[in-house]
């Protein structure tokens, strides 16, 4: 991805994580800590997925980066999701050796009091929440793009495909752990 392309991706997120940690404020501190774990869980990597959007974007020959960006944060937000939502499944706490969403509220809960079930119930409730607000912000930068209703349409087609064969991808991959013998069938 061009350098002037990745800090436009950089700065519009940064500018969503800040208007949603201001408008969280309203709900108190712990709703705020949410925003600023999923923005933790966005940052860093190499946008992989938003240089594919902008690549396939230019190479399409599409010029008006203005429209492109927001594309490319929807999808950076969609990975977001799938991770979160991945080390619920996994039950981890830890990703790339750092607390996830469900480490860093293990140890806000046990550091307000939360005993028992009670940390565990923080840490999974927050990162659902997390990647629920990702996947929700992935549709709403594709349905809030200035564009025609056919060209939204394939956008969210591209979109909704994403997620329906990543979540039958993450399901293939629990029940397949579960049983004895792997299988590629439709069952």
């Not at 969503?16 to 774990?37: E, K, N, P």
């Not at 969403?101 to 565990?120: I, K, S, W």
């Amino acid at each position: 991805m061009p350098e002037i392309a990745h800090i436009e991706v950089e700065t519009e997120l940064q500018r969503y994580f800040a208007a949603a940690r201001l408008r969280a404020s309203d709900y108190g501190t712990h709703y705020v800590a949410l925003w600023d774990s999923l923005e933790q869980a966005s940052s860093g990597g190499k946008r992989v997925r938003p240089a594919l959007v902008l690549a396939a974007f230019a190479g399409l020959g599409g010029t008006e980066m203005s429209l492109a960006i927001p594309v490319a944060v929807s999808f950076e937000l969609l990975h977001t999701a799938f991770v979160i939502h991945d080390d619920v499944i996994d039950r981890d706490l830890h990703r790339r050796g750092v607390a996830n969403v469900a480490g860093r509220f293990t140890e806000r809960a046990l550091a307000h009091g939360a005993v028992g079930t009670q940390t565990g119930a923080w840490a999974t409730t927050a990162a659902i929440l997390a990647g629920d607000l990702a996947l929700s912000e992935a549709h709403r930068a594709l349905a809030l793009l200035p564009i025609g209703a056919e060209q939204r349409g394939r956008l969210l087609d591209l979109l909704d495909r994403a997620v329906f064969v990543s979540a039958a991808g993450e399901l293939a991959d629990v029940t397949n752990t579960a049983s004895k013998t792997p299988s590629l069938s439709r069952k």
